[in-house]
């Protein structure tokens, strides 16, 4: 089955610096990533995501570039504000199969 | 949001003893998913659903049974709690590809 591995496991960054989050994925068939944002108390909600045919997708403060090649792809956020502290979570999987696998996830501090 | 509920919210239980945790959605999504999220493990698949009565196991899914009767209930069983299902327990529905969370229950075995 399909392994991510996300890093770093924390991250502290100044307000109004930028954030970025890597993962990689082992199966090459997969082609569909989303990214996941999880506040404390609260079950993870969907920001972005991105497909295999397409290297580069952007909203607002946040983009995330897929390298296939590599099997890798990141999280980017620039401009960060105190709302960015969160954890935050890369998957992957074949966008015909039903399951999402996860990175164990990144704790995101904005220091103000 | 794909309007996911999740009942009860907190539980705390006996180890032996069974549990359901109920999840309703009102979108009308076909696909349904139980996951359990554990510090350093991200969120792992215990089973999920591709239909009224139709279910299959994720990764970790000994300890754990499922069943949906209709399609806005997904419901998950630990049919004798032990203290290694202490954890935060989501539901997740499927729209065309994206999956949607629910806010989560957090069950504690003593």
């Known amino acids: 089955g399909e392994n991510v591995e996300q890093h770093p496991s924390t991250l502290s960054v100044q307000e109004g610096d930028s954030a970025v989050i890597k993962c990689t994925y082992s199966?090459?068939?997969?082609?569909?990533f989303p990214w996941y944002k999880q506040e404390l108390g609260k079950g993870p909600q969907l920001i972005i995501d991105?497909?295999?045919?397409?290297g580069e997708k952007k909203d607002q403060r946040i983009a995330v570039t897929l390298n296939k090649t590599a099997k890798h792809f990141s999280l980017h956020i620039t401009e960060t504000q105190p709302e960015d502290s969160a954890v935050y979570f890369c998957?992957?999987?074949?966008?015909?199969?039903?399951?999402?696998?996860f990175g164990a996830g990144t704790t995101v501090t904005v220091r103000a | 949001d794909a309007g996911i509920t999740q009942s009860p919210r907190h539980k705390v239980t006996e180890t032996g003893t069974p549990v359901t945790l109920r999840c309703h959605q009102t979108?009308?999504?076909?696909?349904m998913y139980w996951y359990r999220q554990d510090p350093g493990h991200g969120l792992r698949l215990i089973h999920y659903?591709?239909?009224?009565?139709?279910?299959d196991k994720g990764e970790v899914s000994d300890g754990y049974s499922v069943s949906r009767s209709k399609t806005e209930d997904f419901l998950l069983t630990l049919e004798s709690a032990t203290s290694s299902q202490t954890s935060v327990y989501f539901c997740?529905?499927?729209?065309?590809?994206?999956?949607?969370f629910g806010p989560g229950t957090r069950l504690t075995v003593t």
């Open positions: 997740a529905t499927r729209g065309s590809v994206e999956q949607y």
């Open positions: 199966d090459s068939a997969s082609n569909y």
């Open positions: 991105i497909r295999s045919n397409v």
């Open positions: 998957a992957a999987t074949l966008s015909n199969d039903y399951k999402l696998s």
């Open positions: 979108e009308n999504h076909r696909y």
């Open positions: 659903s591709y239909g009224v009565k139709d279910t």
